[in-house]
């Protein structure tokens, strides 16, 4: 995997080091992808310590090129497969400064190749020194065995599951609010009763056998408009990662207005 930065003065290790890194599990009902397209868009027209500083690259990646889909881009500028946003901000301290890098990527993994790109997007994530890895995945929930399936409210539709590297997460104190995924029926493999998460299972075993800290979201959902559950997992997500709500609000990216269509009339409830 390599890094092509905007700015040649600065490499990788340089931009990266002591960051989270925000992916897209590549997962059910791309999750994944809706929400880090908001928090990037949403970042991006609200701040000036959000920008583009480069594209990763990975030979298991489908290439891609496609039009503007922020509303602070040109209507000329393309977005690529694998785009790195870094987002710095200031911790409710007021001492320390977070580094966030949000990867975008747009295209799936070609067959085959998952765990292989799993295997080098975590030595990456090591080489340039990141804190940890977050990883964003949707799953389906018509496979959730899960003793509280039958309760829909999407706060309790989204779980995490992670560990770090020295024993604890970034922001221990919002985890507490949200439940964790359950164990299967062998009562060690959390993933075993979760369907649809695509890179989450993986990237979860490969940081931890790095001794690498890394957490999953996981959003249980259905196919269709997920807009209303990617702003949920998107505000959870801004909450877990401290970012100042004072300067922040989620706006939806320009290139979503047609991506589900009109909803239906309401004269055909009527």
Not at 134 to 159: E, F, P, Q
Not at 202 to 213: C, G, I, N, Y
Request: hydrophobic share 45%; charged share 15%; aromatic share 10%.
């Amino acid at each position: 995997m390599e890094f092509f930065g905007q700015d040649a003065a600065f490499d990788a290790k340089t931009l990266f080091k002591d960051a989270i890194i925000v992916t897209p599990g590549i997962s059910f009902a791309n999750m994944g992808q809706l929400v880090v397209d908001l928090l990037v868009n949403s970042a991006l027209a609200q701040s000036d310590s959000v920008k583009l500083v480069g594209h990763v690259f990975s030979k298991r990646v489908a290439p891609m090129a496609g039009s503007a889909a922020f509303a602070s881009q040109g209507p000329t500028e393309l977005c690529l497969n694998m785009e790195a946003y870094l987002w710095s901000y200031p911790l409710p301290n007021g001492v320390a400064t977070q580094k966030v890098a949000l990867i975008q990527q747009r295209t799936s993994i070609l067959a085959g190749q998952s765990a292989a790109f799993v295997k080098e997007f975590v030595q990456w994530a090591v080489d340039v020194e990141a804190s940890s890895i977050l990883v964003l995945a949707g799953a389906d929930n018509m496979l959730c065995h899960d003793r509280d399936m039958h309760v829909y409210a999407v706060s309790h539709r989204i779980k995490w599951t992670g560990c770090g590297s020295n024993g604890r997460l970034f922001n221990s104190e919002f985890l507490d609010q949200i439940p964790r995924l359950p164990l299967g029926e062998d009562q060690e493999d959390m993933w075993e009763a979760t369907r649809g998460a695509g890179l989450a299972p993986l990237v979860d075993r490969e940081a931890m056998a790095r001794k690498l800290s890394v957490l999953s979201f996981v959003l249980f959902c259905a196919e269709g408009n997920n807009v209303p559950d990617a702003a949920y997992l998107a505000s959870c997500v801004a909450q877990y990662l401290q970012v100042p709500a004072a300067s922040f609000k989620l706006l939806l990216p320009p290139s979503w207005s047609h991506m589900f269509g009109r909803d239906p009339s309401v004269s055909l409830f009527l």
